[in-house]
């Protein structure tokens, strides 16, 4: 019914809404009309990157050639080194002065291009930060549009390459099935005649007959070899004729498909551009980019202001000095003055050689010393004047800064409100875009057909809104009793927020009370950390004496084992006894001591007034050795 009567209204009032058309010049009809590149942008920005992103391969290309080329003149530097070193002691010194030379020279030339490298690394630098400084629905349709270009051509060069070395491979494989089929033809031609020749053969045993079809049969086998080897000669060649058709197809198909993913990415352009709320997107990031230019500008001249006043006060300190100066020695040029009127006058009265002779010395210095002034005096008036000078060039250096730091606040101003009307305009074009909203339901049937009549547009539109407006209507009633509901309960809990409140003050005094409690057990832990510390520090020195007792204990073992079988080989060379008879003799010896066992051999001799006794012993695998003599007296 609403809907009727709204109609009804609108005829009455002379098709008010009949026909509806965009605001001419907003981004909505720049939208609704955009269908060509030439609606690609919303403040130039599509230019802008199309040139950054250029600007941003030509500086990557020239630092790829500016590198190359000192890799280049780095290998001339150590090839003219090499060449030095290389010079036989015979060399002239003309050789010599020639290799230093061509060393010098290809420093130099190094010098020359590792400095274009630098500026070749800045320039790629800065190329790249100005293209990531510009960004936007639009902007990053335009970036993938020239990345999409790039690829095709990558793709497009591929596919020439390809079906150039395709039809090199095509005809060498044309040859090779060539060559191949006319050593089939051979070998099938020869099948034939050896079958007549051993057909004739079989109908009429001969022995021509026989002759003839061995001949028949020799030729075959050649001609069958024959085949076998064009086969193998020439499959490699058929085999790359198949594989560069494959190479072909797959370089034309990935070509295609680029130069398809080209074309789409061109489209989204248009698309990006036909789409408003991209359009206010793309405005705020152009805005964004101008508000951080101009403040860049702004801190810029409020440097360049602030350095002036800086240079300003320094000059007008510089002219109160010098004109300190200027007194001063103006001063000294008066005194100095004074000084050879008296000396002069001290000589128009001097009488005799000497006293002349003293009188023209002190007039002579008097007058070097008021020269000496009278330039030191007009030294400092010109530096009075240089330093007032100075000072008027700074008071208008001053005043040129803070003129331009005013013009770069102002335009920063401007930006500030401009990106703040984007931003707002976005916000509203974002709202406008969300589904069921009715605004952007007639706003998209305008843009479709601006020329058409939007009346029922309108009228949906308003109605929509009327339901929402019931909806809500509703909605706020029901509200309006819950929060009735809410004020009672929220009366109830402040009654039970002060019974809580008495409860949470005895709480606040429990745990004051706890808390000394706490303080008093925590001086208690201190102690009982600190007695923990000094068991853990003694029981790590017990741990490394025990330590040291097993290994010690260890080692007294094999001690004692070694003395066991050491007191068993002694006890084995103790029990040899001496051969009887004089001379030299045999004996042997054994011992046993604490389950180790020993035996002892050795050499004995008997004279008439010494005996000698020489004697080894093996135990547990320890060896002793001895030896004795005695003599008679």
């Not at 098709?15 to 605001?23: G, I, P, V």
């Amino acid at each position: 019914m609403i809907k009727y009567l709204t109609a009804c209204l609108l005829l009455i009032s002379s098709s008010a809404f009949a026909q509806l058309t965009m605001e001419a010049g907003s981004e909505y009809e720049k939208a609704a009309t955009c269908t060509a590149l030439a609606c690609d942008e919303v403040d130039g920005e599509g230019t802008a990157a199309d040139a950054a992103y250029d600007a941003d391969v030509a500086a990557k290309a020239a630092l790829v050639a500016a590198t190359k080329d000192v890799a280049t003149k780095t290998t001339a530097v150590t090839a003219a080194e090499a060449a030095v070193t290389a010079l036989a002691a015979t060399a002239t010194d003309a050789e010599k002065t020639a290799a230093a030379l061509a060393v010098t020279n290809a420093k130099a030339a190094l010098v020359v291009s590792a400095t274009a490298e630098t500026a070749a690394t800045t320039a790629a630098a800065t190329a790249a930060t100005a293209k990531a400084a510009l960004t936007g629905p639009i902007v990053t349709a335009v970036y993938a549009a020239k990345d999409a270009s790039v690829a095709s051509t990558a793709a497009a060069t591929a596919a020439a390459t390809a079906a150039t070395a395709d039809a090199t491979a095509q005809t060498a494989a044309t040859a090779a099935k060539a060559a191949v089929a006319a050593a089939k033809a051979d070998q099938d031609a020869k099948q034939a005649t050896f079958t007549a020749a051993q057909t004739a053969y079989t109908a009429d045993p001969t022995a021509a007959k026989l002759t003839a079809q061995n001949a028949a049969a020799t030729a075959y086998v050649t001609a069958t070899t024959a085949y076998d080897k064009a086969v193998t000669d020439n499959q490699k060649a058929i085999d790359a004729g198949v594989a560069s058709a494959a190479a072909l197809k797959t370089a034309n198909t990935a070509a295609t498909a680029a130069a398809t993913a080209s074309t789409a990415a061109n489209t989204a352009i248009i698309t990006a551009a036909a789409d408003y709320s991209s359009r206010f997107q793309q405005d705020v990031a152009n805005e964004t980019l101008d508000l951080a230019t101009s403040t860049a500008a702004q801190a810029k001249a409020d440097t360049a202001a602030a350095t002036a006043v800086t240079t300003k006060a320094t000059a007008d300190a510089t002219v109160t000095t010098a004109k300190a100066t200027l007194v001063e020695k103006t001063a000294a040029q008066t005194a100095a003055a004074k000084t050879l009127t008296e000396a002069n006058a001290t000589l128009a009265a001097a009488v005799g050689a000497d006293a002349i002779a003293a009188a023209t010395t002190a007039v002579t210095a008097a007058t070097t010393a008021s020269t000496a002034a009278t330039l030191e005096t007009a030294t400092a008036q010109s530096a009075v004047a240089t330093a007032e000078a100075a000072v008027i060039a700074a008071g208008l250096n001053v005043t040129s800064t803070a003129a331009a730091a005013t013009a770069a606040a102002v335009v920063v101003k401007a930006d500030t409100a401009a990106l703040a009307a984007a931003n707002k305009a976005a916000a509203q074009a974002a709202e406008y875009a969300v589904t069921g909203n009715p605004a952007g339901t007639l706003l998209a049937a305008i843009q479709a057909d601006q020329g058409g009549e939007h009346g029922d547009d309108v009228v949906d539109a308003i109605s929509t809104n009327y339901g929402y407006t019931q909806t809500n209507a509703t909605a706020i009633t029901a509200n309006t009793a819950d929060i009735a509901t809410n004020t009672t309960g929220v009366a109830a809990n402040v009654t039970r927020l002060d019974t809580h409140e008495g409860l949470v003050t005895t709480n606040i005094a429990n745990i004051a009370t706890n808390t000394t409690g706490i303080a008093a057990n925590v001086a208690r832990l201190d102690v009982h950390e600190g007695l923990v510390t000094q068991n853990i520090a003694d029981i790590a020195a017990n741990k490394s004496q025990i330590a040291s007792n097993q290994s010690q204990i260890a080692a007294l073992g094999d001690e004692v084992y070694s003395m066991r079988s050491g007191i068993a080989a002694t006890l084995a060379t103790a029990g040899m006894p001496m051969a009887p008879g004089k001379g030299w003799g045999m004996s042997v010896g054994v011992g046993s001591y604490e389950s180790e066992s020993a035996i002892a051999a050795g050499l004995t001799f008997a004279g008439e007034k010494v005996n000698f006794k020489f004697a080894a012993g093996s135990s547990g695998g320890e060896t002793t050795l001895s030896a004795g003599a005695a003599w008679n007296f």
